[in-house]
């Protein structure tokens, strides 16, 4: 599985931003996904999730109620909507993918698969 994410860009205190993720494949359904975050030297930090078997969402408790994560089996992607934005989010933002898995998706270790990983700046 191979995962392209796209969306970043440098935008103003308070905008928005919509990150997708696309995956190569046939087997999206059996993947939940996860959106994770790096600053330079600090330790990658999860931001949502979605299961694959129920679509249920999780999020950090830092973008909780301004980030809504979702996803379209149809087309292989996963969406990071991310609404008032502040500087402390920017980072790199990495898609990953966890096959089957259900449980700890807040871990990064329990991904399977990661993309590059797409720029995000907030300007204040």
């Known amino acids: 599985v191979q995962l392209q994410a796209s969306g970043g860009g440098l935008v103003q205190a308070g905008g928005s931003l919509r990150l997708s993720c696309v995956a190569s494949?046939?087997?999206?359904?059996?993947?939940?996904m996860g959106w994770f975050r790096q600053v330079p030297g600090k330790e990658r930090e999860f931001v949502a999730a979605v299961r694959f078997n129920d679509n249920s969402t999780y999020y950090a408790d830092s973008v909780k109620g301004r980030c809504t994560i979702s996803r379209d089996n149809a087309k292989n992607a996963v969406y990071l909507q991310m609404d008032n934005l502040e500087p402390e989010d920017t980072a790199v933002y990495y898609c990953a993918a966890a096959l089957l898995t259900v449980a700890g998706l807040h871990v990064s270790s329990v991904y399977d698969y990661w993309g590059r990983g797409t720029q995000v700046t907030v300007s204040s």
């Open positions: 494949g046939r087997t999206f359904s059996r993947f939940s």
